[in-house]
């Protein structure tokens, strides 16, 4: 059965369809109905039996490229446009379809903002490719 | 345990005993759902107890098990339940006593009101006598998941009458849908699809059971040459045959021709038929393609618009008409499929394919670069980037 990254972005992606500021910008209420989300969208996935992981990451990013026989790694950390991509987290799921995948992520993006109103974030949604080898013969 | 063939636990033959054993309990009248975890009860005291003290009868000994536990479940339940209890333990009106357990159970956890993986995760449980935890490791998903998939779909089964002859198409799909998930760690799913497709034809008639079968055996022969020892692709025409299992070959063949000699044929009849023609030839030269691509008519004549409703089975018509007829009679044939599966990676593989038997390699590199950008199996976007990169070298060094 297929399973998918539902992957949320700090920044990133398309033209948001509605602005908000950052969340530490909230009232204290708004901050608490959206992490309540978060936890219900975990448990709701597990009910379905279609949850296979959940993970947070840190803004904070360095990368890091092979400095050559004789040197150690190089590494940066910025400074980077702000229209890079940055991921914030992801659900992984396991799922009957890529329209079910699609379901859930609108469900996902419906996530409460500022003012308990739907955020409408753009959910990235990426297949996972199976590493098992098939049973059947390869074109 | 003992050396005294007698007294070994033979997990497999205990594993065969689940559907009689547990048909026996629903048909009985009980739940599904209750009957189905007693049993799973019953089978870890089995794994306990039995190699010290083998039973004599161990259908006998599991069903009795089982009902202790069942019984242990409605005290318990007794207390808060007291009214329920007299109606849970009447025998469903309707229930009946003949027919195959086998067919009964992949009936009902093929319930058409159940998805895909659900029919399969109960399916595999039921029926296969697995674990949560074996089914789960099969699937890569964590136990709690694999075990909230089988507790919902019981429970959308509670209360449904499973006294109905189900929809043997589910029942086909299902099996099939498990042998091509393949294997993972130690669960072989593609051997429980074939074992599941076995006894399944022992329980029913029907000649497209007998084909899915014969389908599974005949394609699963060539899994040893599937793959090289660095477990990269090895594709039909570039496997060595001296691999390929001819004891599963002989047995696939045998029970196809069993289930072509109904004369209802089918989609997995004609396609075990082609799956034959292959294994059939001693090299890929000898293949006979024109009776393959005889098949595929009959495959493609099944469905009113193949187009739509069976494009695979028009793609692979197209690999055998490219054959036959050459590369651009082939390739004209996946133009029409274009709008329905063009952004599939085989539909991309199969026109790389035929541009490189019509000697078109830059055409061919381009497409099985297209191809592997689509892939979603990590050993074929290998392979397909491999053939792109090799189409392309030939290419250029003409």
Known sequence: ?????????????????????????????????????????????????????????????????????????????????????????????????????????AYVSSEPGPGGEPMYEWIDVREIMWERPRTTDAA | MTDDPTRRLDEGALRALVPRVLAGLVRRGEDFDAAEDALQEALLEALRVWPEHPPREPGAWLTTVATRRLVDARRSEAARHRREETTYAEPRAGATEEGDDTLFLLFCCCHPDLAPTSQVALTLRAVGGLTTREIADAFYVPEATMAQRISRAKRTLHGRRLDQPGDLAVVLRVLYLVYTTGHAGRVDLAGEAIRLARQLTLATEEPEARGLLALMLLNHARLPARFDTEGRIVTLDRQDRGRWDTREIAEGVRVLQSALALERPGRYQIEAAIAALHDDAASTEETDWPQILAWYDDLVALTDEPVRQDPAAVLGRAVAVGHVLGAAAGLRETDRLQDVIGDRHRWHAVRAHLHGLGGDLPAAAAAYAEAARRATNVAERDHLVRQAARARAAATAH
């Open chain 1, 1 to 105: 059965m297929p399973k998918y990254l539902l992957l949320k972005h700090y920044r990133g992606g398309p033209e948001p369809h509605r602005s908000v500021p950052p969340i530490d910008q909230w009232a204290p209420e708004d901050v608490e109905a959206h992490v309540a989300f978060q936890h219900h969208v975990s448990e709701l996935l597990e009910e379905n039996g279609e949850y296979v992981d959940a993970q947070a990451l840190a803004p904070a990013r360095t990368w890091v490229r092979y400095g050559g026989p004789e040197a150690g790694p190089v590494t940066t950390d910025g400074p980077h446009p702000e229209t890079s991509d940055l991921v914030a987290g992801w659900w992984m799921i396991d799922v009957d379809s890529h329209e079910r995948a699609v379901e859930l992520a």
